[in-house]
Nanobody, 127 residues
């Protein structure tokens, strides 16, 4: 089982940037595809971004495409989410997720593909 700990959230103004980190432990990190999801108050959890085991493939939700970048450092057991040009509608709790897979170059956009989740980090964007 993967232990995931998110960090880097906070309160920022619209247009600012944040970088979220998710540190994994307990497993061989490079065997896992990784994803970021978010949940705003009163809304369903939604997909934000994902990255394959190798880091060669990534997917983004339309709402964040061009503003957010997902990356990973397998040597550090860490996945990142660089968030630029933040908007008030980006306000949510952001969750990191891990899914074991044999595929090295496929990233997954559905939550059902992920078996392990972090506790989340709050991102609040003021207007």
């Amino acid at each position: 089982q993967v232990q995931l700990v998110e960090s880097g959230g906070g309160l920022v103004q619209a247009g600012d940037s944040l970088r979220l980190s998710c540190a994994a432990s307990g497993v061989t990190f490079s065997r896992y595809a990784m994803g970021w999801f978010r949940q705003a108050p009163g809304k369903e959890r939604e997909f934000v971004a994902s990255i394959s085991r190798s880091g060669a493939a990534a997917n983004y939700a339309d709402a964040v495409k061009g503003r957010f970048t997902i990356s990973r450092a397998n040597a550090k057991n860490t996945v990142y989410l660089q968030m630029n040009s933040l908007k008030p509608e980006d306000t949510a709790v952001y969750y990191c997720a891990a899914g074991s897979t044999f595929s090295t170059d496929i990233s997954y956009t559905t939550s059902a593909r992920y078996s392990d989740w972090g506790r989340g980090t709050q991102v609040t964007v003021s207007s």
